[in-house]
Nanobody, 125 residues
Framework: QVRLVESGGGSVQAGGSLRLSCTAN????????LGWFRQAPGKEREGVAA???????KYADSVKDRFTIFKDNARNTLYLQMNSLKPEDTGMYYC???????????????????WGQGTQVTVSS
């Protein structure tokens, strides 16, 4: 059974940085489509960044040039480096994955099959 576990969340001031990590049992990361999603209170879950098995990466417009998604296949770990954080980045961050390909336009759709429990990110002004 696939199990995804996020870590690295916390509280920072605007302009600060955080790095989120997501480790998995039961996945071979090199074969899967993986993504980071977030959900703020009262809002729908939204895609932040995703990477597929071919290495194609897609970012939400709101995080381009500030966030970087990357993975270490040897450690089966997915990362999200978040710089220049803003209060509007506050939310619960989830990693998610699927063992099949998806179209580039669908990489940020929050309908992946496996999800972690989430890690909280709070950015204060």
């Amino acid at each position: 059974q696939v199990r995804l576990v996020e870590s690295g969340g916390g509280s920072v001031q605007a302009g600060g940085s955080l790095r989120l990590s997501c480790t998995a049992n039961g996945y071979t990361y090199s074969r899967y489509c993986l993504g980071w999603f977030r959900q703020a209170p009262g809002k729908e879950r939204e895609g932040v960044a995703a990477i597929d098995s071919d290495g194609r990466i897609k970012y939400a417009d709101s995080v381009k040039d500030r966030f970087t998604i990357f993975k270490d296949n040897a450690r089966n770990t997915l990362y999200l480096q978040m710089n220049s954080l803003k209060p509007e980045d506050t939310g619960m961050y989830y990693c998610a994955g699927d063992p099949w390909a998806r179209g580039y336009s669908d990489l940020l759709r929050p309908d992946f099959g496996s999800w972690g429990q989430g890690t909280q990110v709070t950015v204060s002004s």
